[in-house]
């Protein structure tokens, strides 16, 4: 179908409640300029967004950052969500929380929790966000249990903890998660600018990939193991957000509406706020958002391509980062005019040792707020 | 594997809501959702407590007026679906 008339129906509302955090993650999908977005939105703002989204068709509310436990209104956002009928998951670090707080978050109406964790190495979790917290995730990790609540545990992969693949999988049982998601690291904005640092090898990839599919067999209707291979190596786009401003909403804690958590980073687009026009308006008109809504922006190849409709063209803030053109084919594609970018960056992961917890670990650039670009 | 005598209820991260849009129900649960056909909804229903798959199945069966054997097939592919996104709690 070519629609750029019609507006699509949104199912996820990704709430960025706010950009502060206390881990820097070097991966981060947070822009690189965080003080931009420092004047947050109050909680009466983002229960309209809330009230504006499910009126759109969002069934599920992703609360994310940042870290969404630093909002001292937390508990009255998810109250807030949950009166919108929506499915709240909470997209956390873990840290601060403490059992009383979980408690709180699950009687204002929490239906699932979704806890990172950077590593099981202390030495590596340092390396990749700054700091260490395993014990006080795994404590969280068993509130989150005993309070009933499903557990999703998240982690983002990467070169330096790769290797231990199997050790996450072993952790999901342990903490009891429900599912575990291996994301690679998609590599725009922090985790661009620390590509050659955080891009595994093939062979790697390939290795971690035969270890989460075992154990996503065994383990079949106990956790649901995700393995997200990174699109460097999967010759095809992935389905970015399923589609710009299609299936996503993105709100960032100053209240832009976004169709991806990255899409500030394509300089000539202008997102419009909340503050200024309603959550409704912005969806079905805005410019931003119908740019590179439905085929019709397309170039060749994608234009008469037959997964057009399947992957979308892939993604418009990688074909930015990487062309300098967020109109472009997904150099990530191996049909992509492009795509030579994309098999250089391989062919050096490659070449590369592995650093993970080796004495002299490569220098990454961890993400700060107030670091600007 | 869930057979005729398994006891089957829905997990409590599943949450069967009914959509504000289009009226038809969904299976929410993290992150995801399902949409569920009438039949399908009528099933998920029926597993809000715990019950015997038989048990369902002959609710079904009653309801509808079709052949218990195509009700039951129905059921139990559609709870091994279900019970894959760990959305079920089998005994």
Redesign the interface.
Same mark, same amino acid.
């Given at each position: 179908m070519t629609v750029s008339g019609e507006t699509p129906r949104p199912y996820t509302l990704v709430a960025e409640l706010t950009y502060r955090c206390p881990l820097a993650c070097g991966y981060c999908s947070n822009p690189l300029e965080l003080a931009r977005h420092a004047d947050e939105l109050d909680t009466a703002a983002w229960r309209e967004v809330f009230a504006g989204a499910a009126a759109l068709g969002a069934l599920q509310a992703n609360l994310t950052g940042g870290e969404p436990l630093v909002r001292q209104d937390l508990t009255e956002l998810v109250a807030a969500a949950h009166a919108q009928q929506l499915y709240v998951n909470l997209i956390t670090s873990g840290i601060p929380a403490d059992r009383a707080r979980l408690a709180q978050l699950a009687a204002a109406g929490l239906d699932s929790v979704q806890l990172s964790v950077q590593d099981v190495d202390p030495r590596g979790a340092a390396w990749i966000a700054g700091r260490d917290d395993l014990d006080a995730k795994l404590q969280v990790a068993a509130a989150v249990r005993e309070l009933g609540l499903p557990l999703t545990l998240n982690v983002v992969i990467h070169r330096g903890n790769i290797a231990r693949v199997p050790e996450f999988i072993a952790l999901a049982e342990r903490i009891g998660a429900e599912r575990l998601e291996l994301a690679n690291t998609q590599y725009l904005g922090w985790a661009l600018a620390n590509r050659d640092a955080l891009l595994p090898a093939h062979a790697d990839i390939e290795q971690a990939r035969t270890v989460a599919a075992a154990a996503a067999d065994r383990l079949r209707g106990k956790i649901e193991i995700l393995f997200v291979r990174p699109d460097y190596y999967a010759d095809r786009p992935r389905a970015c957000m399923d589609g710009w401003a299609r299936r996503y909403i993105v709100v960032t804690p100053d209240g832009l509406v976004l169709p991806c958590h990255q899409a500030t980073s394509i300089q000539g687009l202008s997102f419009e706020s909340v503050r200024a026009r309603p959550l409704a308006a912005i969806w079905s008109d805005s410019p931003a958002l119908r740019a590179y809504r439905g085929d019709a922006w397309m170039p060749a190849p994608c234009r008469t391509c037959d997964e057009r409709h399947a992957d979308f063209g892939g993604c418009r803030c990688q074909a930015f980062a990487l062309v300098g053109d967020a109109g472009a084919t997904d150099p990530a594609c191996a049909l992509a005019p492009t795509h030579v970018i994309v098999r250089d960056a391989r062919a050096r992961a490659d070449q590369a040792d592995v650093p993970t917890t080796a004495a002299a670990p490569p220098a990454i650039r961890l993400r700060r707020m107030r670091t600007t670009a | 594997m869930i057979g005729p005598q398994s006891r089957v209820r829905l %997990? %409590?991260?599943a /949450?069967l809501?009914r959509? /504000?849009?289009t009226g038809k129900q969904?299976l929410?649960?993290?992150? /995801?959702?399902l949409e569920l056909s009438d039949s399908a909804a009528r099933i998920v229903a029926a597993c809000a407590a715990e019950r015997a798959v038989a048990a369902i199945v002959d609710e079904l069966t009653a309801a509808s007026g079709e052949p218990r054997e195509r009700i039951e097939s129905e059921v139990l592919s559609f709870l091994g679906a279900l019970?894959? /996104?760990?959305l079920l709690v089998v005994t």
């Open positions: - | %997990a %409590a991260k /949450r809501q959509d /504000r849009v969904f929410l649960y993290p992150e /995801r959702g019970d894959d /996104r760990g």
